[in-house]
C-alpha cells in the first residue's frame, strides 16, 4: 500500500538509541585507529560541550555549529566506511538491538503497519545514523549534513536539525513531500524539541528529561517511559 500523508518523526539519541551515537561512534573510530590525533582530540571537548549542553548552560544549535565545525579536513570517505563497519560490529556483537528501546521500536513498527511514513530526525551526521537507519528500515532520515569538497569535509554546514530549527527543517519537509503535520506524530525525549513537539499534531514525550516531563504534563502530551 503506497504511503499516506502521515508521518512519525523519532528523534534518535535518547529516544530510539539508548546512548549518544557520535560518541558510540568516536570511540570506535578510535579502538580501531582510524580516528587520527585531531580526532581524538576531539573527544574532550565534545565531552565537555556535552556537559554544557546536559545541564542547559548554552544553545544547542551554537554548540553543535561548534562541534562540526571542527570535522574539516576529515576524510569522509573514511568517516562513511568507518561508519558501515561501527554498525557491523554491533550487529554481530548483538550490541544495536540491545542500544535500541524495544518499547520505542513497537511504537516505530505499529506506524509502518499503519502506513506512516517514518523518519529519524537526529543532529548526528547522516553519515553515521544512515546504516543503522537501513537495518530499522524507516523511510527517511533529516539528520546534519556536512560539505564535502574534493573528499573531505569543508566545515560548510548544510542542514542541522537541531533545536528551534528542527521544527523549521521538519516544516519544509513537510511542505516538499506533502506530509500533513497536524496528523503526524512526534516522539523526542529532550526539552529543545519543545518546539517540534508543539508543531505537530500528535506530540509524545518518549524518555523525557526533567524540563520536558514538566512541560508535557502541564500541556496533557502522552509521556512514554520506557527506562527505569
Do not use: Q
Amino acid at each position: 500500500m503506497k504511503k499516506g500523508n502521515i508521518a512519525a518523526f523519532f528523534d534518535f539519541d535518547g529516544t530510539l538509541y539508548n546512548g549518544i551515537i557520535a560518541f558510540d561512534f568516536l570511540y570506535f573510530r578510535i579502538r580501531e585507529h582510524t580516528m587520527g590525533l585531531n580526532g581524538a582530540l576531539l573527544l574532550p571537548r565534545l565531552f565537555f560541550y556535552y556537559i554544557l549542553d546536559k545541564f542547559g548552560i548554552t544553545d544547542r544549535y551554537a554548540l553543535n555549529k561548534k562541534i562540526y565545525a571542527r570535522i574539516k579536513g576529515w576524510n569522509s570517505c573514511s568517516l562513511e566506511s568507518s561508519a558501515t563497519r561501527f554498525f557491523e560490529n554491533g550487529i554481530a556483537k548483538k550490541l544495536f538491538p540491545e542500544k535500541l528501546f524495544p518499547e520505542m521500536l513497537k511504537i516505530l513498527n505499529a506506524h509502518k503497519k499503519e502506513h506512516h511514513k517514518v523518519i529519524i530526525v537526529t543532529s548526528a551526521l547522516r553519515e553515521i545514523v544512515s546504516p543503522i537507519s537501513r537495518w530499522v528500515k524507516i523511510d527517511d532520515v533529516i539528520a546534519t549534513e556536512v560539505g564535502v569538497s574534493n573528499g573531505v569535509y569543508n566545515g560548510v554546514i548544510k542542514a542541522l536539525p537541531v533545536g528551534k530549527s528542527r521544527i523549521n527543517v521538519i516544516r519544509k519537509y513537510c511542505e516538499t513531500n506533502g506530509i500533513n503535520m497536524k496528523k503526524s506524530y512526534a516522539y523526542s525525549d529532550h526539552y529543545s524539541d519543545i518546539p517540534l513537539l508543539e508543531g505537530i499534531g500528535n506530540p509524545a514525550a518518549a524518555n523525557p528529561d526533567r524540563r520536558l516531563r514538566k512541560y508535557a504534563e502541564k500541556k496533557g502530551w502522552k509521556i512514554i517511559n520506557t527506562v527505569n
